[in-house]
């Protein structure tokens, strides 16, 4: 990687799985809300940090609720 693009921050818990879940209004892939996605660009190193240590949690409001393909 160049060294001019390397960041000191951590990378996004993104995984191309854009889909929000219309009950727990969480992204099924990365299990943040829509005001967390928006504001990750505008999130300090420290709350980047302190959501990404909560997010694997929110899993289990989505666990099961996935919509079944018809």
Same mark, same amino acid.
């Given at each position: =990687?160049?060294? +001019?693009?390397? @960041?000191? $921050?951590?990378? %996004?818990?993104? +995984?191309?799985?854009?889909? =929000?879940?219309? &009950?727990? !209004?969480?992204?099924?892939?990365?299990? @943040?809300?829509?005001? $967390?996605?928006?504001?990750?660009?505008?999130?300090?190193? #420290? &709350?980047?940090?302190?959501?990404? &240590?909560?997010?694997?949690?929110? #899993? %289990?409001?989505?666990?099961?609720? @996935? @919509? !079944?393909?018809?």
């Amino acid at each position: =990687m160049d060294e +001019v693009w390397k @960041r000191n $921050e951590p990378d %996004s818990p993104c +995984v191309k799985v854009c889909v =929000m879940h219309p &009950e727990a !209004k969480i992204c099924m892939g990365c299990f @943040r809300t829509i005001g $967390e996605i928006g504001n990750w660009s505008k999130m300090d190193r #420290a &709350e980047r940090l302190a959501l990404m &240590e909560i997010l694997p949690h929110r #899993a %289990s409001q989505i666990k099961g609720k @996935r @919509r !079944k393909r018809r």
